[in-house]
Protein backbone atom coordinates (compact mmCIF):
# COMPACT_ATOMS: atom_id res chain seq x y z
CA UNK A 1 0.00 0.00 0.00
CA UNK A 2 1.39 3.05 -0.60
CA UNK A 3 0.09 7.07 0.60
CA UNK A 4 0.82 9.86 -1.87
CA UNK A 5 0.07 13.10 0.55
CA UNK A 6 0.33 16.65 -1.64
CA UNK A 7 -1.05 20.24 -1.51
CA UNK A 8 0.79 22.08 1.79
CA UNK A 9 2.75 24.73 1.22
CA UNK A 10 3.11 28.35 2.47
CA UNK A 11 -0.01 30.73 3.33
CA UNK A 12 -1.06 33.68 5.04
CA UNK A 13 -3.07 33.37 8.12
CA UNK A 14 -6.73 33.42 7.24
CA UNK A 15 -6.15 31.42 3.95
CA UNK A 16 -7.03 28.00 2.73
CA UNK A 17 -5.32 24.87 1.21
CA UNK A 18 -6.77 21.25 0.71
CA UNK A 19 -4.14 18.52 0.94
CA UNK A 20 -5.05 15.38 -1.43
CA UNK A 21 -3.89 11.94 -0.44
CA UNK A 22 -4.00 9.20 -3.30
CA UNK A 23 -3.77 5.67 -2.16
CA UNK A 24 -3.03 2.53 -4.23
CA UNK A 25 -2.10 -1.14 -3.58
CA UNK A 26 -5.52 -1.63 -1.41
CA UNK A 27 -8.82 -1.49 -1.44
CA UNK A 28 -9.59 1.91 -0.71
CA UNK A 29 -13.49 2.29 -0.55
CA UNK A 30 -13.60 -0.33 3.28
CA UNK A 31 -10.86 0.87 4.55
CA UNK A 32 -10.77 4.10 6.65
CA UNK A 33 -8.53 7.40 6.64
CA UNK A 34 -7.77 9.87 8.67
CA UNK A 35 -5.33 13.04 8.97
CA UNK A 36 -2.90 13.53 11.56
CA UNK A 37 -0.14 16.07 11.92
CA UNK A 38 2.70 16.80 14.04
CA UNK A 39 4.15 20.38 14.46
CA UNK A 40 8.21 20.95 15.18
CA UNK A 41 8.65 19.63 18.56
CA UNK A 42 5.51 17.98 19.12
CA UNK A 43 3.89 14.78 19.17
CA UNK A 44 2.03 13.65 16.25
CA UNK A 45 -1.92 14.44 16.87
CA UNK A 46 -5.39 13.36 15.27
CA UNK A 47 -6.82 16.00 13.01
CA UNK A 48 -9.67 14.43 11.25
CA UNK A 49 -10.98 10.55 10.88
CA UNK A 50 -13.24 9.44 7.72
CA UNK A 51 -14.40 5.94 8.13
CA UNK A 52 -15.42 4.10 5.45
CA UNK A 53 -19.19 4.42 5.85
CA UNK A 54 -18.43 8.19 5.99
CA UNK A 55 -18.85 8.38 9.64
CA UNK A 56 -16.49 11.69 10.65
CA UNK A 57 -14.53 13.33 13.68
CA UNK A 58 -12.07 16.34 13.99
CA UNK A 59 -9.90 17.27 16.73
CA UNK A 60 -11.81 19.71 18.48
CA UNK A 61 -8.85 22.55 17.45
CA UNK A 62 -10.33 22.53 13.77
CA UNK A 63 -13.56 21.84 13.71
CA UNK A 64 -15.35 24.75 12.36
CA UNK A 65 -12.55 24.90 10.01
CA UNK A 66 -11.47 21.85 8.41
CA UNK A 67 -13.51 19.25 6.57
CA UNK A 68 -12.50 15.97 5.50
CA UNK A 69 -14.05 14.27 2.55
CA UNK A 70 -13.29 10.91 0.53
CA UNK A 71 -13.59 9.82 -3.19
CA UNK A 72 -13.46 6.23 -3.47
CA UNK A 73 -13.75 6.50 -7.44
CA UNK A 74 -10.23 8.16 -7.08
CA UNK A 75 -8.39 6.07 -3.75
CA UNK A 76 -8.43 9.85 -2.59
CA UNK A 77 -8.99 11.28 0.64
CA UNK A 78 -9.43 14.72 1.22
CA UNK A 79 -8.31 18.10 3.85
CA UNK A 80 -10.18 21.23 3.23
CA UNK A 81 -8.49 23.33 5.53
CA UNK A 82 -9.77 27.36 6.12
CA UNK A 83 -9.00 29.67 8.10
CA UNK A 84 -5.35 28.58 8.86
CA UNK A 85 -4.25 30.04 12.23
CA UNK A 86 0.09 29.81 12.53
CA UNK A 87 -0.88 26.88 15.01
CA UNK A 88 -1.81 24.91 12.64
CA UNK A 89 1.74 24.62 10.55
CA UNK A 90 3.03 21.09 10.89
CA UNK A 91 3.78 18.59 8.85
CA UNK A 92 0.52 16.67 7.55
CA UNK A 93 0.06 12.82 7.45
CA UNK A 94 -2.36 10.60 5.82
CA UNK A 95 -2.92 6.87 7.10
CA UNK A 96 -5.09 4.25 6.19
CA UNK A 97 -6.62 2.40 8.41
CA UNK A 98 -7.69 -1.41 8.09
CA UNK A 99 -10.95 -1.94 8.29
CA UNK A 100 -10.68 -4.38 10.87
CA UNK A 101 -9.05 -2.10 13.54
CA UNK A 102 -6.49 -4.76 13.89
CA UNK A 103 -4.12 -3.27 11.07
CA UNK A 104 -2.58 -3.34 9.08
CA UNK A 105 -2.32 0.33 8.90
CA UNK A 106 -0.26 2.65 6.52
CA UNK A 107 0.98 5.78 6.61
CA UNK A 108 1.53 8.49 3.82
CA UNK A 109 4.93 10.83 3.82
CA UNK A 110 4.21 13.78 5.24
CA UNK A 111 3.38 17.66 3.43
CA UNK A 112 4.35 20.09 5.17
CA UNK A 113 1.76 23.57 5.85
CA UNK A 114 3.56 26.62 7.10
CA UNK A 115 1.11 29.34 8.07
CA UNK A 116 2.59 32.63 8.42
CA UNK A 117 1.26 35.66 10.58
Known amino acids: VQLQASGGGLVQAGGSLRLSCAAS????????MGWYRQASGKQRELVAT???????TYAESVKGRFTISRDNAKNTVYLQMNSLKPEDTAVYYC????????????WGQGTLVTVSS
Open 95 to 106: KLVHYSGRGPDY
Open 25 to 32: GSIFSINH
Open 50 to 56: ITNVGRI
